[in-house]
């Protein structure tokens, strides 16, 4: 039990990393691959190879790391699988049919196009390869929000859950605010990378014209969507945990008293045995305006539920703020860029183009801690309020099993993490300028 | 509307096989009829654009299973676990060997992840092969549903023949496919080797038809044609080679395939999984049923799904089919 767990906490932490890449690189594919197919320059077709290289790498690992996800289910969650599988095997198969599909034939078609610049069709087949991968985050959050909020479900006579109303599944709120908010975590990685990729020539001197434009586009959309992931994404993610996951929240936000007036804890470390959190540092009131848009609202702490019913507070508090911090520290740093750029100055504010070389792998740490916060915090439950994740996993498949299948696992992915950093790092210091054209 | 749901997922576990069975199939070949680097590279490269699209039928298809047949999706994942986990990484290493091949920039890794490649891919085309076999033969099961053999149990003669027999019929096929994409004397080599398989295959098809017999009883009303059908292409695979027509000898080997596996999904039917010895029953397509509403939903999807992709696929893959040339 601990041992599933175990991998499935590792393997789909691991392979997170991947879609991230997917879903915040493919527009920029989509669109250097238009403009290389309109302007018809050899830089622009270099930039467009040059990503879809790196693009097509990351690609690579979050297929192999994909499959194991939706194998897992069956082979280490089977009693999960056999109980609610007629509710989450659904938008599985919508991501197999509608999305995997749609993002593996058109990548084949973006990377084996053959010589000289890059077609419409190139360009349609990058835009292809970006809508599939972002629906194919779209199902997999319909699947993670209805084990969060479920609806559109009734529970048969020997107790397995049975579907009722697809739509309901597929459009809860949880499904679209949590989709939306982590489309903005992926685009504002997808920003940075960009952005400290061409920071990373201008530092050293090398292909500055094309330093200058990864710079240009990366903090924009960084900007963008990390403004977009604290309002009105991450504001509405926040409303709703306190409307259905009340618990979360005061695990989050190490709330262990019911408050009027409640505090925002900006740092903090829970301590669980006494029920408070030492060294903390508030700000007064603000955790109720931000649950409920009112100073004086009343938010429930942990002390409102049964012990058994909270989540592991530390990892959950932990991730939360780390998640909230690295996001507020995302959004500072863009917003000062983006400025610098306004007025013409960031070239020469080389400190600014360290800290955004600096800054490529903190939106993962984001990510997945913001993934960490919403599972870790779902806790007890495998799906909220209707089953525990304790009676989750396979009957027939023994500890010892899963322990090996685990270092197993870990071999393959320290491999392929190896080589993954190895092949994209090569590729960047590589750079676009000796790409072939083709 | 059980029915439609078996056969929606027979179909779709049959177009794996029948398309990844050539990417596997040419990988497997690969290292016999490639001489020297720029050859292997070409091989690869025949199949670079198609594997992974081909793939997808294979998680499809299991995410079918799991929406139309949770019972049966639970009991087989977890009962088979030890060789459905070694399947997945065989997979893996078959997926990070061919799409991170091209971006090392020396010879020596490109012979490692050939000799990974086609050294996965042969043991998938095996290890699925025993999985087809006991399939066909059942496996004994509790009371659940859940497996209760032991991993040596999976490895019996029958289950083994019906690997290798997996073995040569999708080499046999890869190296059809491989006639047709790939140019002069590579693609020769290939058609030769064809011609070389096609004996393995024939003798392999009337043992493991003859072993279905002796272990299952057989087919029975218009599925006896089934057997026809399938010598029928395999003669046609035979005389498309034999008049160096490629594209003929591969549509060929895809309807011997085609009869093959609707042979296997009638002996099957209506079992998902069928218990061993045979008689005692297994998870039906009756017992492991999920609700209407749930079963009208996944058909919907899957069945809208292979038409939209049955649309563009086509388009795409017309646009980047066709001979290699030599660069």
């Excluded at chain 1, 470390?269 to 009112?294: C, E, K, Q, T, W």
């Excluded at chain 1, 600014?352 to 070389?357: E, K, Q, R, V, Y």
């Excluded at chain 1, 099993?401 to 994209?424: P, S």
Aim: hydrophobic share 55%; glycine share 10%; proline share 5%.
């Amino acid at each position: 039990m601990l041992v599933d767990r175990l991998q499935f906490a590792f393997t789909i932490m691991f392979h997170y990393l991947f879609p991230i890449g997917t879903m915040g690189l493919a527009p920029f594919v989509a669109a250097y691959t238009w403009k290389a197919a309109r302007r018809r320059d050899e830089e622009s077709a270099r930039i467009a190879t040059f990503w879809t290289k790196i693009f097509a790498i990351n690609f690579a690992a979050g297929v192999v790391t994909g499959i194991p996800m939706e194998f897992q289910f069956g082979t280490n969650w089977a009693a999960f699988s056999r109980i609610a599988g007629s509710v989450v095997g659904q938008p599985l198969a919508m991501e197999g049919m509608f999305a995997f599909f749609l993002e593996s034939v058109f990548l084949g078609a973006l990377l084996y196009r053959g010589r000289g610049l890059p077609s419409t069709f190139a360009a349609w087949a990058g835009v292809m390869v970006c809508v599939g991968a972002w629906l194919s985050g779209f199902f997999i959050v319909a699947t993670n929000a209805w084990m969060q909020h479920p609806v559109g479900y009734r529970i048969a006579a020997d107790g397995t859950i049975l579907l009722e109303n697809i739509w309901r599944v597929l459009f809860s709120p949880f499904s679209y605010w949590q989709f939306a908010h982590v489309l903005c975590g992926a685009l504002l990685a997808g920003g940075f990378i960009v952005a400290g990729v061409g920071a990373y020539y201008l530092l050293s001197r090398r292909d500055e014209a094309i330093g200058r434009r990864f710079v240009r586009a990366g903090t924009l959309v960084a900007f963008a969507f990390a403004l977009i992931a604290v309002f009105p994404t991450g504001d509405r993610n926040g409303r709703i945990v306190t409307q259905y996951q009340p618990v979360k929240l005061a695990a989050e936000e190490g709330l262990f008293t019911t408050e009027r007036e409640a505090p925002l804890a900006i740092i903090g470390m829970p301590d669980v045995a006494r029920r408070r959190l030492i060294d903390p540092i508030f700000v007064p009131d603000f955790l109720s305006f931000l649950s409920y848009g009112n100073y004086k609202a009343n938010v429930n702490g942990l002390d409102a539920y049964a012990r058994e019913l909270w989540p592991p507070v530390e990892l959950t508090y932990y991730a939360y703020h780390i998640m909230v911090g690295l996001g507020t520290i995302f959004a500072a740093a863009a917003t000062v860029a983006v400025m610098l750029l306004a007025f013409g100055r960031l070239w020469s504010a080389r400190w600014m183009l360290w800290i955004l070389m600096l800054l490529v792998p903190f939106p993962f740490i984001a990510n997945e801690a913001g993934w960490v916060a919403t599972e870790v915090g779902r806790q007890p439950w495998i799906v909220y309020g209707l089953m525990k994740t304790a009676a989750g996993s396979s009957p027939t498949v023994p500890s010892g099993e899963t322990i090996f299948t685990l270092i197993g696992f870990a071999g393959m992915y320290f491999l392929l993490g190896f080589l993954f950093l190895h092949l994209t790092l090569r590729e960047i210091g590589l750079g676009p300028s000796r790409e072939k054209p083709a | 509307m059980s029915v439609a749901a078996f056969v929606t997922i027979a179909f779709m576990f049959a177009m794996y096989v029948m398309l990844d069975g050539y990417d596997l199939g040419v990988a497997t070949i690969g290292a016999l009829i490639a001489r020297c680097e720029r050859d292997r590279s070409a091989v690869m490269a025949s199949i670079g654009p198609f594997w992974n699209g081909n793939e997808v039928w294979l998680i499809a298809a299991a995410a079918a299973l799991f929406a139309l047949f949770p019972a049966a999706y639970a009991a087989a994942f977890s009962g088979f676990y030890l060789p459905f986990i070694v399947a997945l990484w065989l997979l893996m290493l078959r997926g990070i060997a061919v799409e991170l091949r091209e971006h090392f920039p020396s010879e020596v890794w490109h012979q490692f992840w050939d000799a990974a490649f086609a050294g996965s891919s042969a043991l998938l085309i095996f290890v699925f092969g025993i999985a087809l076999g006991n399939l066909l033969r059942g496996v004994p099961l509790d009371a659940f549903g859940y497996f209760e053999g032991t991993f040596a149990f999976l490895l019996n003669p029958y289950a083994l023949l019906v690997g290798v027999f997996a073995l040569a019929t999708l080499a046999q096929h890869g190296a059809a496919f491989a006639a047709i994409r790939l140019d002069g004397e590579l693609g020769l080599r290939a058609a030769r080797m064809l011609r070389a398989l096609w004996w393995a295959v024939l003798v392999l098809y009337l043992a493991v038809t003859a072993a279905t017999y002796a272990v299952h009883g057989g087919l029975e009303g218009w599925l006896l044609v089934l057997p026809l059908l399938s010598l029928a292409a395999l003669a046609g695979v035979w005389w498309g080679a034999r008049s160096q027509r490629p594209k003929r000898t591969f549509a060929m080997s895809l309807a011997f395939l085609a009869t093959l596996l609707t042979a296997a999904a009638g002996t099957l039917f209506p079992y998902l999984l069928p218990a061993f010895p045979p008689g005692r029953g297994g998870i039906s397509i009756f017992s492991a049923a999920p609700s209407a509403v749930a079963l009208t939903c996944a058909l919907s999807v899957t069945l809208g799904g292979i038409v939209i992709v049955g649309i563009y696929t086509p388009f795409v893959w017309r646009r980047m089919g066709g001979k290699l040339r030599a660069e």
